[in-house]
Antibody, heavy 117, light 106 residues
Framework: EVQLVESGGDLVQPGGSLTVSCAASGFTVSSNYMSWVRQAPGKGLEWVSLISGGGNTYYADSVSGRFAISRDNSKNTLYLQMNSLRVEDTGVYYCARYVTSDAFDIWGQGTMVTVSS | DIQMTQSPFTLSASVGDRVTITCRAG??????LAWYQQKPGKAPKLLIYKASSLQRGVPSRFSGSGSGTEFTLTISSLQPDDFATYYCQQYYSYWMFGQGTKVEIK
């Protein structure tokens, strides 16, 4: 079964760091474009970051320089390392598979990140 | 950045109604437009890609149309399971979502 499972969400103080993970099954992360999308409480969807099959990385302006997307091919897992966290980074973080013609076709269930003192 | 504007913000409708949601892009995005459905506490679900292609397993009452800057999502006969929030998304240049349209029970 094709599936994505996120983990690692937590409560973090402003200025802190956190890494969230996304384990894939049923397909190979390294052969696909993979992305992170977040949703602040009660708000809409916001694209955060994407990594191509070739390893090129892309970031939204709101997180550029603070967040880093990566993957571990041996674990078939995607990561998002988040540094210098701000209150406005609070939300549910979803990972998703991106197919260039088909958009984001597979989504995980999300993991909650709360940035608060 | 290519901004995406959806209308209306909220839509009140009854079971069996025909429902149309509009999405406008700030510049031409060809047909690189997707529609997602999201229910409370759940992940988004892809409904339509490439403006008018129905994702596998999605009921045929959902349809999409448009190209360039103007797009629509139509639900031909609203069902109880369709009350949710719908988002459009462009993937022509980077990736940007519309602000969402909540379909409520009238």
């Amino acid at each position: 079964e094709v599936q994505l499972v996120e983990s690692g969400g937590d409560l973090v103080q402003p200025g802190g760091s956190l890494t969230v993970s996304c384990a894939a099954s049923g397909f190979t992360v390294s052969s696909n474009y993979m992305s992170w999308v977040r949703q602040a409480p009660g708000k809409g969807l916001e694209w955060v970051s994407l990594i191509s099959g070739g390893g090129n990385t892309y970031y939204a302006d709101s997180v550029s320089g603070r967040f880093a997307i990566s993957r571990d091919n041996s674990k078939n897992t995607l990561y998002l390392q988040m540094n210098s966290l701000r209150v406005e980074d609070t939300g549910v973080y979803y990972c998703a598979r991106y197919v260039t013609s088909d958009a984001f076709d597979i989504w995980g269930q999300g993991t909650m990140v709360t940035v608060s003192s | 950045d290519i901004q995406m504007t959806q209308s209306p913000f909220t839509l009140s409708a009854s079971v069996g109604d025909r429902v149309t949601i509009t999405c406008r892009a700030g510049q031409s995005i060809s047909d690189y437009l997707a529609w997602y459905q999201q229910k409370p506490g759940k992940a988004p679900k892809l409904l339509i890609y490439k403006a008018s292609s129905l994702q596998r397993g999605v009921p045929s009452r959902f349809s999409g149309s448009g190209s360039g800057t103007e797009f629509t999502l139509t639900i031909s006969s609203l069902q109880p399971d369709d009350f949710a929030t719908y988002y459009c998304q462009q993937y022509y240049s980077y990736w940007m979502f519309g602000q969402g349209t909540k379909v409520e029970i009238k």
